[in-house]
């Protein structure tokens, strides 16, 4: 099983790692496969909107609603989200060397969201990288099986583990 992780404690700056190492390994020519989130501060609101763009070469999906700037709750549109995750599911193992999704979040604790694509991917070989907070690292390590790797979350350290893992991949 080949799936990585990482962690951070500031708001936002996952979704920029994923995305910035996502988008330098496929320009690197690497076949990556996934999903992740751009966030866009808005003035108007305490907070941001989310986007997510499925990879390698989009749509870019919104996954989050516009519940007004004193909206506290939450703003998730989970049929957006189940949306994404289709587009996702039906590109994923056309050639992938490496699955990134943006995290692995409260849906996928409770069974839902990626889950099962992660497992699927994970049963076809393909390297899986994630982030996860603390609020879902019980769960995460759970479904693992102790199997997860924590990368350092600095773009490097990511594409590194892509790299080798791809290489693993073709010996």
Not at 8 to 23: P, R
Not at 92 to 101: K, Y
Request: proline share 3%.
């Amino acid at each position: 099983m080949q799936i990585a992780y990482i962690r951070t404690k500031e708001q936002g700056h996952a979704d920029a790692l994923l995305t910035q190492a996502a988008d330098r390994l496929l320009g690197k020519g690497m076949r990556v496969q996934g999903i992740v989130q751009i966030n866009t501060h808005r003035p108007d609101c305490h907070k941001c909107d989310m986007d997510v763009r499925v990879l390698p070469d989009g749509p870019v999906i919104r996954i989050s609603q516009s519940l007004g700037p004193e909206a506290r709750g939450c703003r998730l549109d989970t049929a957006a989200l189940e949306g994404a995750i289709h587009e996702v599911r039906r590109r994923v193992g056309d050639g992938a060397e490496v699955l990134i999704l943006n995290k692995f979040g409260k849906h996928e604790a409770e069974g839902r969201g990626f889950r099962d694509l992660i497992a699927q991917a994970l049963m076809n070989g393909i390297p899986v990288i994630t982030a996860v907070s603390s609020l879902n690292l019980e769960a995460f390590l759970k479904f693992t099986d102790g199997f997860a790797v924590q990368i350092d979350a600095v773009e490097g350290a990511v594409c590194a583990w892509a790299v080798a893992q791809g290489q693993l991949c073709k010996a």
